[in-house]
């Protein structure tokens, strides 16, 4: 079972940007879908992007222009380039597998925090 740990977070004022990056610990290329994920406090879990093999990619609207998702299967990585950031996009960010029924166990995350 391929397990992912994330990094990248940090502070950042409104506007800012931030990369995400996340490493399995094993080959993700047998896997369609990796979803990027975020949940901030109080809130459920929800999917912000997703990265398909053959380079299909889907955003949350939320996020859609200023959110880019990529995945690079021969260094079992997938990336989230998010500029643009807004207080709202304050959240621990994680990545797994999409749909649920792939989804694997959840890993620390990282956290985000855009704040003045």
């Known amino acids: 079972q391929v397990q992912f740990v994330e990094s990248g977070g940090g502070l950042v004022q409104p506007g800012g940007s931030l990369r995400l990056s996340c490493a399995a610990s094993?080959?993700?290329?047998?896997?369609?879908?990796i979803g990027w994920y975020r949940q901030a406090p109080g809130k459920q879990r929800e999917l912000v992007a997703r990265?398909?093999?053959?380079?299909?990619?889907n955003y949350a609207e939320s996020v859609k222009g200023r959110f880019t998702i990529s995945r690079d299967n021969a260094k079992n990585s997938v990336s989230l380039q998010m500029n643009s950031l807004k207080p709202d996009d304050t959240a621990v960010y994680y990545c797994?597998?999409?749909?649920?029924?792939?989804?694997?166990?959840w890993g620390q995350g990282t956290q985000v925090t855009v704040s003045s």
């Open positions: 797994n597998g999409w749909p649920a029924s792939v989804v694997t166990s």
């Open positions: 094993g080959s993700i290329f047998s896997i369609w879908a």
């Open positions: 990265a398909h093999n053959g380079g299909f990619t």
